[in-house]
């Protein structure tokens, strides 16, 4: 059933071309069109019967790395021209990928990608879209740069599964939108993508995985999932020449913490008996940053002892090395990577950054 308001402006469209060039509309170019115009209007494929709500769609998510810090800091005109610019860059790339723009949130986009019945390439046009994407932002930065404003880069999270599409609203303000549990875990997968980076679900994993490089499988806990979900990091699409550009040196996603810990520092292989203390400020799956009340050389070695709240999980024996130094305020504040750690505590940190990943929803 065709949407009454696509259906007129292509009825439109085709008749200005055809009095500009006295050529019909070809049927490719028109199915083309077509889906540009649902997409600008926020409804995919058109409006549908009530008993053909849930259809099998591929969601991409991509949201602005740090860009509450960057709103607090600039003046709001600032804002605005940024944010649009970026996603007037995105808006373009995601129709020509024939993709539709759900919505807009705040510094995200959702994206929604159907297959017709004769080609099931959602999930191939998403990904490519997600590429496109972050290359894309090379070039709104590079404009940034030129006007000393800050850069922005997004995180994407994509994932394939079946929704539920509806009108939702009333007289007054109604919106179309999907629904379900594939679009909640689409926005979870989402929350772990650090700057420049692009994650897969398995099930879009499985639909493209012929077509796009990717990094090893990742397990991630989600909220309201029994099993850990597995997740994998584009890197890039060999056929089109084109890699990820990512703009994040750490190997995973920190969290801000407040945790007490006491120390040992290790020296040649043997452990300091005198146990000194700090605070955790930040955590991530491989390492920490930590305020301590001494002065210590970059690469010592030190053993950790700590409790993880949330998972109900101490932290004992865990070693590491000091990989930066920041004097402050009379005290210092250091980097630590873990270097050697049990399988189970491996496992207890990356529950508890992703725990709190998915409360907080911080965008950092």
Same mark, same amino acid.
């Given at each position: 059933?065709?949407d009454?308001l696509?259906?007129?402006?292509?009825r439109?469209?085709?008749d200005?071309?055809?009095e500009?060039t006295?050529?019909?509309l070809?049927?490719?170019?028109?199915?083309?069109?077509?889906t540009?115009?649902?997409?600008a209007?926020?409804?995919p494929?058109?409006?549908?019967?009530?008993?053909?709500?849930?259809?099998?769609?591929?969601?991409?998510?991509a949201?602005?790395?740090?860009?509450?810090?960057?709103s607090?800091s600039y003046p709001g005109?600032?804002?605005? %021209?940024?944010l649009?610019?970026c996603?007037?860059?995105?808006?373009?790339?995601?129709?020509?990928h024939?993709?539709?723009?759900?919505?807009f949130m705040g510094d995200?986009?959702?994206?929604?990608?159907?297959?017709?019945k004769?080609c099931?390439?959602?999930?191939?046009?998403?990904v490519s879209?997600?590429v496109?994407?972050?290359l894309?932002m090379?070039?709104v930065?590079?404009?940034?740069?030129?006007?000393?404003?800050?850069?922005?880069?997004f995180?994407?999270?994509?994932?394939t599964?079946?929704?539920?599409?509806?009108?939702?609203g009333?007289?007054?303000?109604?919106?179309?939108t999907v629904?379900?549990e594939e679009?909640?875990?689409?926005?979870?997968?989402?929350?772990?993508?650090?700057r420049?980076?692009v994650l897969?679900s398995?099930s879009t994993?499985?639909?493209c995985?012929?077509f796009?490089? %990717?990094?090893d499988?990742?397990?991630?806990?989600?909220?309201?999932?029994?099993?850990?979900v597995?997740?994998r990091?584009?890197?890039?699409?060999?056929?089109?020449?084109?890699?990820?550009?990512r703009?994040?040196?750490?190997?995973s996603?920190?969290?801000?913490?407040k945790i007490?810990?006491r120390?040992?520092?290790?020296?040649?292989?043997?452990?300091?008996?005198? %146990?000194r203390?700090?605070?955790?400020?930040d955590?991530g799956?491989?390492?920490?940053?930590?305020?301590v009340?001494l002065?210590?050389?970059?690469?010592?070695?030190?053993?950790?002892?700590?409790?993880?709240?949330l998972?109900?999980?101490?932290?004992?024996?865990?070693y590491g090395?000091v990989?930066?130094?920041?004097?402050?305020?009379g005290?210092?504040r250091i980097?630590?990577?873990?270097t050697?750690m049990r399988p189970e505590?491996?496992?207890?940190?990356?529950?508890?950054?992703q725990?709190?990943?998915?409360?907080t929803e911080?965008?950092?």
């Amino acid at each position: 059933m065709k949407d009454p308001l696509v259906h007129d402006a292509l009825r439109q469209i085709q008749d200005i071309l055809a009095e500009e060039t006295g050529v019909p509309l070809p049927a490719a170019t028109r199915s083309r069109l077509e889906t540009v115009l649902q997409g600008a209007l926020g409804r995919p494929n058109g409006a549908r019967k009530p008993d053909d709500l849930a259809r099998e769609v591929t969601i991409l998510l991509a949201d602005l790395r740090g860009f509450s810090g960057i709103s607090a800091s600039y003046p709001g005109a600032t804002v605005l %021209a940024l944010l649009n610019r970026c996603f007037g860059a995105m808006s373009e790339i995601v129709f020509r990928h024939q993709g539709c723009i759900d919505k807009f949130m705040g510094d995200a986009i959702m994206v929604l990608f159907e297959s017709d019945k004769d080609c099931d390439d959602s999930a191939l046009r998403a990904v490519s879209c997600a590429v496109d994407m972050q290359l894309a932002m090379e070039g709104v930065n590079a404009v940034s740069r030129g006007q000393d404003l800050p850069e922005l880069y997004f995180g994407i999270g994509i994932n394939t599964g079946r929704v539920i599409s509806a009108m939702l609203g009333s007289d007054l303000y109604s919106e179309y939108t999907v629904i379900g549990e594939e679009v909640n875990l689409a926005s979870r997968i989402e929350s772990f993508s650090l700057r420049g980076q692009v994650l897969l679900s398995e099930s879009t994993w499985e639909r493209c995985k012929g077509f796009v490089q %990717a990094g090893d499988p990742m397990d991630a806990f989600v909220k309201g999932k029994s099993r850990m979900v597995v997740l994998r990091e584009v890197l890039g699409i060999p056929s089109l020449g084109k890699s990820v550009p990512r703009h994040e040196l750490r190997r995973s996603a920190r969290v801000q913490v407040k945790i007490p810990f006491r120390y040992r520092m290790v020296v040649n292989q043997v452990v300091i008996p005198e %146990a000194r203390e700090g605070r955790i400020l930040d955590i991530g799956y491989y390492g920490v940053l930590a305020e301590v009340p001494l002065a210590h050389s970059a690469f010592s070695e030190m053993m950790l002892d700590f409790e993880l709240p949330l998972v109900g999980e101490r932290m004992a024996d865990l070693y590491g090395r000091v990989v930066k130094v920041i004097p402050k305020a009379g005290k210092s504040r250091i980097g630590v990577e873990f270097t050697s750690m049990r399988p189970e505590q491996k496992a207890a940190i990356q529950l508890f950054v992703q725990l709190l990943i998915q409360g907080t929803e911080a965008d950092d």
